[in-house]
Each structure stands twice: as C-alpha cells, then as structure tokens.
C-alpha cells in the first residue's frame, strides 16, 4: 500500500514549495475533521493521470465513517467526471449524488487545494448525513467554523502560511472552543472552553465580551505572560500561548477566519493543560536532583582520587606508588562514567563519547614520555545504560592499559584497535595490539596484569559474573595480543 510521500513522489511536475504545502495541509486538517464531524481525504493524480487517495483523516469528536485505510485506493472510474469539474472549481464543489460508505448516507464536498496559482488536488469532506439531522447550538457553531476553515483551502488561505506553534500540548477541538467577531468578542463558547476560563478564575458570562479583556483582568502583576497572548486573545494570528492565572494554565491556540475579502473572525481552541504543567515540573526537579547526585557522585570520587594521588607520592616505596596510581585510575574511569551521566536527565549515556575519553586517559597514564600509542574504534557501542556502562568501562581501561604497560614495554610508538560488534543485548569486542606478543607474560592461556594480577581479575570477575560472558586471549597474527570478549548487556537499550 503506497503511502502519502510515495504519491508525492509520483508527480515530478511538484515544486518544492507544493509538496510542502500539502504537507502542511495534511498537519493541520485535523481540525477541520473535528469541527465539520466528518472524514477528509485527500485526492491527488498520480503520475499516470488517474486520481488516488493520497491521505485521509478521521474526526475524533464523531464515529468515522472510514474504518480502514484507504490511503493509495484509485478511485472509482465513474467518479472522474465529478473529480474534473471540482479541479476547475473556482471555490468548493458540491456533489450532486448522495453516497454510500458502509451503511451511511453520505454526501461529498470538494476543495480544490490551490498554492500559488496551481491547484494541487482535492480535500474531500464525507458528511454523514444522519449527523446533520438534529443538531444543537454547539453542533451548528462547530459545524460552521469547520465549514469556514475548509472553505478557506481553495482561496490558499489553509494551511495557515505564517503559522507559529510553540507549546508542546497543542489544543484540540474536543477540549474547547470559543468563536470570536473580527473585533475579538466572543459570539460563543463552548462548555469545555467555559471550564478551562473557570478553572483560571473568571466567574463572569463570556459570551458578548471581549476575550483580551477577560483574559487580562485574570492576569496579576507577579503571574508570567505569554508574548503571544495578546495575539491569540484577539484571534489576529495563527499562534499558541498559555494562560497562566489561579495556579492553574490553559492552552490556546488561535484560528484566523477569513473570506475573499479579510478577516472576519477566528476560532481559539483552549486545553487545561494545568495537571499537565505540574507533571512537568516535577519530572524537571527529579531530573534536576538525579543531575546533582550524578554531580556529587563525580566530585566524590574525584576527591578519592586526589587522596590516593597524594598518597601516592608521599610513599617511598615504588611498588606501593604504582598500586596506588592503578587504584587511582580505576577510580578516575568510575568518576569518568559518572560525568557522562551528569550530562542527560536519564540514565543512558552514549557509551562510544565515555570510552573514547577513558581510553586516551588509560593510554596517557600508562605511557612513558616518550611513548606514542593511538587507540583506533571500528564499530558503534550505540546508547547504554549506567549499570553496563561502568563495569564495561573498567573492563576496557584494564585491557588497554594492560597492552600499553607490557606488549609495548621499550617500545616508542604503537597501534591498539578496539573493533565492537552489537546486536541488541549481544555484545562482542575485540582489542588487538601490535605490540610484543603474549610472550612470558602468558600463564594458562591468561597474560597476567602487572603487580598481583589484579586488573585480569577485574576483567575475569566482570565479564563472567556480570555479563554472563567470555574473555579469550590468544596472539595476533601479525604480531601482537587479541583479547576477545563475548558478553550480554545486562539492561541493553537498543
């Protein structure tokens, strides 16, 4: 089934801007659906003349006509006829012959949808006649405002070309609306709409108000104000803003009317959003607090290392100094996970920029001062969480340091290679020096560590009890140490 970009893609006679009009259509429709209660689709000819439904979208204040998805059915062949006159429509088409969709009565009207001079397809309005049998005052003034917006698609007045969205909870129909006069008083609210104004505080009628003067009286001095309220309260622009009054916050959202000569009005959709705003605010203090534990976590072991540091130099003993300098580092790859932690509000970090830092500060802390050794990646760790992240980080300081101290031993210049393969929770790494060999360093197939032979017990102890894996050491073919390791992420996001 071909779905709306593919369509698009049948017509290279389209400029550009074209396609991003009706793109644009098709992102802001959904409103027209709401108001009208009814179905649109949007036909379009394809590249070898005949007419297809290219989207369609459903009213969720209404049951929808179409149940399944017709996006890519070629339409009837009798219906061309029909289809042609409404292209050269000057403005909407109405059909002449009523229509069955499932058991429903329906009727068809025509937009041509014109940009620029051109007219790129047809938005057609499936109205299910039983909805227009008997209907109320919030009926007939959602049904009217949903008939004016669609009427403005031929004259290229929608999609709305200077349209300025901000706020993340975008106003619906079905949680409010309120339609206004061209001086911007209000001709009628509708319930949910009324709720939202009463939960700011205003307790007066609005119908016959101006709704810039009803908003501002609910504003005081201290309470914030968006820069764009002024425009959607007087329904002169097509933006959003947030009323904020009473402890509680509506979301607005203005919809200029127009006819062949101007404004003549608007719609403003309004949402409580206030439940919403204080979720925010408590992800955004938890999120805050996680950052700072992170923070302190960091600085805690960084105070641990400068300890051991200090430590490290005052002791006489060589031996002792160099145990004391590996705890340090293991200490600094701790701290070194922690910090990439610190820069997300989750607990995911992108592994790759973690192990890429840590590596080059093993490999500094290791070399003599005359050594030159590079690490090279081929391959992507991709997104892992903190309980992967820090043992996978200890494992891989140890290995590199490990090649650094003894396959490059009285040597100037080496090359280490890190090569990752990952498939979801599966995780394989190879590291590959081309350095001396496993030589005498080798014992039961294990090349020991330096000291007590404590770093290839943290290699052993993680990668097999943590990550349920395998490590194996073997020498390289072209000379040098390959350490392979087989492991499974342990809370693995792919």
């Known amino acids: 089934m071909a779905d709306f ?3 698009l893609a049948t017509r290279p006679d389209f400029r550009d801007e074209d396609r991003e009009w009706l793109h644009q259509l098709v ?43 017709v996006v890519g059915t070629v339409m009837p062949e009798q219906m061309t006829g029909e289809l042609d006159a409404a292209m050269e429509c000057e403005g909407v088409f109405r059909s002449t012959v009523l229509r069955s969709v499932g058991k429903s009565t329906v009727c068809n009207v025509y937009a041509p949808v014109r940009h620029k001079g051109r007219t790129l397809g047809l938005v057609v309005r499936e109205t299910n006649m039983a909805t227009r049998e008997s209907n109320g005052r919030y009926e007939s003034e959602s049904i009217n405002a949903g008939k004016q917006l669609y009427e403005m698609i031929p004259r290229g007045q929608f999609p709305y070309s200077d349209s300025v969205m901000s706020q993340r909870h975008i106003a619906r129909v079905a949680d409010g609306f ?8 209000v001709r009628y609210a509708a ?96 999120d805050a607090a996680i950052s700072e534990i992170h923070h302190r976590v960091k600085n805690n072991l960084q105070a641990v290392s400068a300890l051991l540091r200090l430590q490290a130099r ?39 920029k973690v192990i890429a830092n840590l590596l080059k500060m093993a490999v500094d802390l290791a070399t003599m001062r005359d050594q030159h050794i590079e690490v090279g990646f081929v391959g992507k760790f ?15 300081t140890e290995l590199i340091t490990n090649s650094v101290e003894h396959g490059f031993e009285g040597r100037k210049d080496g090359h280490i290679t890190v090569s990752v393969g990952r498939s979801g929770s599966n995780l394989s790494v190879v590291v590959e020096d081309d350095g001396v060999g496993l030589g005498a360093e080798e014992q039961e197939g294990m090349a020991r560590s330096s000291g007590s032979g404590l770093g290839t017990q943290i290699i052993n102890t993680f990668v097999t009890n943590d990550f349920g894996g395998s490590v194996h050491w073997e020498p390289r073919r072209e000379g040098g140490t390959r350490v392979i390791l087989d492991m499974k992420l342990r809370a693995a996001q792919v």
């Open 178 to 185: 309120i339609i206004l006069t061209m001086d911007g008083i």
């Open 382 to 396: 991709g997104m892992m969480p903190a309980q992967d992240a820090t043992p996978l980080s200890l494992v891989l």
């Open 27 to 69: 992102a802001d429709w959904q409103v027209i659906a709401d108001l009208s209660f009814a179905d649109l689709l949007l036909i379009m000819q394809d590249g070898d003349g005949r007419y297809v439904v290219a989207e369609q979208c459903r009213p969720s204040t209404v049951m929808t006509l179409r149940t399944d998805d």
């Open 191 to 286: 319930p949910n709409a009324i709720s939202c104004f009463r939960r700011l505080g205003l307790l007066t009628t609005m119908q016959g108000r101006y709704l810039s003067e009803l908003g501002t009286q609910l504003l005081r001095r201290d309470d914030p104000v968006d820069e764009n309220l002024p425009l959607v309260l007087a329904g002169k622009a097509a933006v959003d803003a947030e009323l904020v009054a009473n402890r509680s916050a509506v979301s607005m959202r203005s919809l200029p009317l127009y006819d062949a000569n101007g404004r003549t009005g608007s719609i403003v959709l309004c949402r409580d959003v206030t439940e919403l705003r204080r979720r925010d605010q408590e992800l955004q203090t938890k």
């Open 314 to 352: 005052k002791t006489k003993s060589e031996e002792v100094k160099k145990e004391l300098q590996e705890a340090m580092r293991r200490v600094q790859t701790i701290a070194a996970v922690h910090e990439g932690l610190s820069q997300t509000t989750d607990e995911i970090v992108d592994f790759d």
């Open 5 to 7: 970009s593919q369509i």
